[in-house]
């Protein structure tokens, strides 16, 4: 039972349905399913909301992250290093792009990339840094960019999270390049898998255009090994009218997340800082229960019975799942990032949702964080 879901995809669809079903009679029409006019309108379009010049689609947001770092020269006998408090693809990019990933700790207040942590890991085989801009709100990019400079080390920024927010007026990938995910839950998401690269440097863009198109723009002329990663024209049709909505939306999951903050004032909860001279977008909102983890799981099992979707961004970090573990690192070795991931709660937040059911979700936080552990977990 869920009557307030983590995310509405209903709620968005409705606003577009019309919209969507139009575009996609056309593109049938036309039978420009996959690149086509309504793809490069989208490229065009979103390219001018995020204030780079050039933007680039493919099939998902993985493949657009290990499409950017392929394309500034990452590859193999290098390292990148990422935060270890990200979803796992982010790791995976560098894997499949043959370096290898190098972890760093978080800031406790943000869980953005800590910075100085970053610098203290550069040597002479890291390729890129790779910050993450997690939860809605830039990581502090500048600050890597002028420790960087004349160094030789890209930056290629993780902007799954983040359609639409801003650094100092700036959002991501206008110095350099960045990725992003178009996943139907993201701020702007398509009705499946879809992705893109935006960058400021035409060069990086037709990098990532000829890799996305088995390795060249033109048909059978392949002019390096490249894959089959491209963004079709259903998607295309319904980014391009969720985009029409992005900001508005945005700024209703703004004023969603400003109620949130005055709704859990006096709760036992940590709620989310946001970085000086961010414009934050609320991809997620996401609190800490203080205390041991099993109070966390306890409280969000009750809000989940109760018909509350919550749910955890991420439960464990990179370096301690299955498939990183060969990268060495152990229990402890982030310290601030295995604290976040074992008290983090992801609340419901969407344009859509209403002051009604936000004090509903805080109503029932309230009494889950009142309640004893032996009732919690359903004894006594």
């Known amino acids: 039972m869920t009557t307030i879901p983590l995310v509405d995809l209903k709620a968005a669809h409705a606003e577009v349905a019309e919209e969507v079903e139009t575009g996609f009679k056309r593109v049938i029409a036309d039978t420009a399913f996959v690149g086509g006019a309504e793809v490069a309108a ?3 379009e979103y390219a001018s909301f995020s204030g780079v010049p050039h933007c680039v689609g493919v099939a998902n947001g993985t493949d657009a992250l290990e499409l950017a770092l392929r394309a500034v020269g990452v590859g193999a006998n290098s390292e990148v290093i990422l935060p270890a408090n990200t979803f796992v693809a982010t790791a995976e990019a560098v894997a499949r792009a043959g370096a290898q990933p190098v972890l760093v700790d978080c800031d406790p207040d943000t869980y953005l990339m800590d910075v100085e942590a970053t610098l203290a890991e550069v040597t002479s085989r890291t390729a890129a840094v790779l910050p993450v801009h997690l939860y809605g709100q830039l990581a502090p990019v ?73 390795g060249g723009v033109r048909k059978y002329e392949h002019e390096v090994v490249g894959f089959n990663s491209r963004l079709d024209g259903l998607q295309a049709v319904v980014l391009r009218a969720k985009l029409d909505r992005l900001a508005a939306w945005n700024a209703a999951r703004r004023a969603a997340a400003a109620r949130y903050d005055e709704l859990l004032d006096g709760l036992d909860v940590v709620r989310p800082v946001t970085l000086d001279g961010n414009e934050h977008v609320w991809h997620l909102y996401v609190v800490r229960i203080p205390g041991e983890p099993a109070r966390r799981d306890r409280v969000l099992a009750r809000l989940n019975a109760a018909g509350i979707g919550a749910g955890i961004h991420y439960p464990v970090p990179v370096h301690l799942t299955a498939a990183f573990a060969h990268l060495g690192y152990g229990a402890g070795s982030f310290p601030h990032a295995e604290a976040a991931a074992a008290q983090i709660l992801s609340l ?33």
């Open 42 to 44: 989208f490229e065009e």
């Open 142 to 214: 500048e600050r890597l960019h002028d420790a960087l400079v004349g160094s030789g080390v890209r930056i290629v920024e993780d902007a799954a999270q983040c359609q639409g927010a801003t650094r100092h007026g700036a959002a991501a990938g206008v110095g350099g390049i960045a990725a992003t995910s178009f996943y139907p839950g993201k701020n702007l998401g398509a009705y499946g898998d879809a992705g893109a690269v935006v960058t400021a440097d035409a060069e990086l863009a037709d990098v990532v255009r000829k890799l996305s198109n088995h």
């Open 348 to 380: 419901p937040l969407y344009p859509q949702i209403t002051p009604a059911q936000q004090e509903a979700v805080v109503r029932e936080l309230a009494i889950a964080l009142a309640e004893p552990s032996s009732k919690l977990s359903g004894r006594g």
